[in-house]
């Protein structure tokens, strides 16, 4: 049986996330125009229509603000790079599943430019980002893991791309990664930690394309951003072994 006293409960928390919500939606507005730099919590209330003390009580500060919306726009890449991979109907299709994880990736950054900025861009001055922004921010890089891992699993997947002579041996480099990616029972034992080297260089690779499309490193020099972004992606499978 609900009660009055639940009922009114629930009705403060709904109103509490509407308030929420469109303090968010008001800091993102502001992103837009000025940049995580100059975000501050006054600014956001005039938006809203409240004074400063009310917006007080949902962030207490700038930095909770800066760091709800970091993890808002991670969680909105990640769930549509998930999707993405999701999307494709054969699971045996790692080619495939990496294509559109890649290619996701880039749309919703093209689509959210200002997002993106925030969370690839240039350090806000004075702000930390708290361990909560952890999962929320690796949610792409462990989708792509488990795209790699399930191919070797699979047996569709060849030899990494063989490095020069001169490399250093990726083990100690890379020890967290390793870990991270041997839980999850990459067959290859042998080859694990090339594996991990080459798919960290994947990812930095795929998000400095799109970094310096978005920040205009790549005018004069790529015609067809999409096109090159694809092409850059499948370069990577082939040196993980995907080809």
């Known amino acids: ?17 509407e308030i929420t919500a469109e303090i968010l ?10 940049g995580p730099g100059e975000l501050s919590l006054r600014a956001v209330a005039r938006d809203v229509g409240m004074v400063s003390s009310a917006v007080y009580r949902y962030f207490p500060s700038r930095d909770e603000l800066l760091t709800a919306l970091l993890i808002a726009a991670y969680d909105e890449l990640g769930a549509a790079v998930e999707a993405a991979d999701e999307g494709v109907p054969d699971r045996a299709d790692f080619i495939g599943r990496w294509t559109a994880t890649c290619r996701a ?78 839980e999850r029972g990459v067959v290859s034992e042998q080859s694990v930690p090339e594996i991990v080297m080459r798919t960290l260089m994947a990812w930095s690779t795929l998000f400095g394309t799109v970094s310096f499309e978005l920040f205009g490193h790549l005018k004069g020099s790529v015609s067809d951003f999409e096109t090159y972004f694809d092409q850059v992606a499948l370069r990577l499978a082939g040196d993980l072994g995907l080809a």
């Open 1 to 17: 049986m609900t009660t009055a006293r639940s009922t009114t409960r629930t009705a403060r928390e709904r109103a509490r996330d």
């Open 105 to 182: 990736t880039r749309d919703w950054a093209v689509s959210h430019p200002h997002d993106y900025a925030l969370l690839y861009g240039s350090p806000v001055p004075g702000y930390a980002a708290p361990r909560d922004t952890v999962g929320p921010a690796t949610r792409v890089i462990v989708r792509l893991v488990e795209i790699i891992v399930g191919a070797y699993e699979a047996g569709s997947a060849g030899a990494v791309a063989t490095p020069p002579s001169r490399s250093a041996a990726p083990d100690q480099m890379v020890a967290d990664a390793i870990a991270f990616v041997r």
């Open 25 to 34: 939606s008001a800091a993102r507005a502001r992103l837009r125009e000025a």
